[in-house]
T-cell receptor, first 115, second 109 residues
């Protein structure tokens, strides 16, 4: 069964460094999402991406964050200058239709630790 | 006040019991998602509902749009059902999901 993959599974970085989290969505999916979950807290929506552009973003998704689909298969989340509070599990998800129309398929997550 | 509230926060059950997890929301939605988060952190989508009821195996999800309430039921619970169950509301006319805080379920043999 097709699945969403994410790399790396774990990343440790120093505050102020740039990180890129990578996701390979399911191949025939059109909608892509990033979520984060700070340890012990609820999952939070970061951004949705459709037709090569951001369709929705949350207040968390400020200028330090960006997303890209560089080559038609990968979907990346970049954090330009990491802060301690960016430490969290980051989940990528994809679906054929938007959140109003279909369930989403989640990747296994990348655990980011900012020191 | 959270836009999506779940109850209970924690739930323990004996194997075989019927489980109900509740979700209430205060915003206009296009759909309501139920998700399962495993102890290792992975998330699996269980259902997406915009009306009525859906069933998959031992899992049943219902939604009452007028009352802004959804329930997830597990029949004949099993220890492998132990996980965190999360509801998430798809805001009306957007692709943004607002998540509840989750219900931690432990089923004992």
């Amino acid at each position: 069964e097709p699945e969403v993959t994410q790399t790396p599974s774990h990343q440790v970085t120093q505050m102020g460094q740039e990180v890129i989290l990578r996701c390979v969505p399911i191949s025939n999916h059109l909608y892509f999402y990033w979520y984060r979950q700070i340890l012990g807290q609820k999952v939070e929506f970061l951004v949705s991406f459709y037709n090569n552009e951001i369709s929705e973003k949350s207040e968390i998704f400020d200028d330090q964050f960006s997303v890209e689909r560089p080559d038609g298969s990968n979907f990346t989340l970049k954090i330009r200058s990491t802060k301690l509070e960016d430490s969290a599990m980051y989940f990528c998800a994809s679906s054929r239709q938007g959140a109003r129309g279909e369930t989403q398929y989640f990747g296994p997550g990348t655990r980011l630790l900012v020191l | 006040k959270n836009e999506v509230e779940q109850s209970p926060q924690n739930l323990t059950a004996q194997e075989g019991e019927f489980i109900t997890i509740n979700c209430s929301y205060s915003v206009g939605i296009s759909a309501l998602h139920w998700l399962q988060q495993h102890p290792g952190g992975g998330i699996v989508s269980l259902f997406m509902l915009s009306s009525g009821k859906k069933k998959h195996g031992r899992l049943i999800a219902t939604i009452n749009i007028q009352e802004k309430h959804s329930s997830l039921h597990i029949t004949a619970s099993h220890p492998r059902d132990s996980a965190v169950y999360i509801c998430a509301a798809a805001l009306y006319n957007t692709d943004k999901l607002i998540f509840g805080t989750g219900t931690r379920l432990q089923v004992f043999p």
